[in-house]
Structure formats: structure tokens, C-alpha cells
């Protein structure tokens, strides 16, 4: 509290990186809007093949 009364909201917010969050919240909404929030794979193995498969072609997406 005191390095925020010191330094003011916008340069403590700055230094801490506070309100990033929504960032990334906002691209693993749009993830799960796309790809859906289970995995069609049963194995763990074949899981993360999958994961790695659709974060592959969203940031293919995102990237254009």
C-alpha cells in the first residue's frame, strides 16, 4: 500500500504489470470458444498431442 500511495495508480500499475490479467484471459476465452473445454483424446499421451495440436492452429490463427 505504501508503494502505491508513493508512486500513484498508473506508475505502480505499470511496474507491477496490473491489469494484464485480462489479456490472457481474453485469448483462453476465445481458445475454449473455438476448440471447446474437453478433449476428444482419452489417453494423456494423446491429450497433450491434441492440446499441442489446437494451440498450434490457434496461434496460426491469431498470427495471420
Do not use: C, P
Amino acid at each position: 500500500m505504501e508503494r502505491y500511495r508513493s508512486l500513484g495508480y498508473d506508475e505502480w500499475a505499470r511496474l507491477t504489470g496490473y491489469g494484464r490479467r485480462w489479456v490472457v484471459e481474453t485469448a483462453y476465452s476465445t481458445f475454449k470458444r473455438l476448440f471447446g473445454e474437453h478433449s476428444r483424446a482419452k489417453t494423456l499421451a494423446n491429450i497433450a498431442l491434441e492440446l499441442t495440436a489446437k494451440v498450434a492452429l490457434y496461434n496460426m490463427l491469431v498470427n495471420i
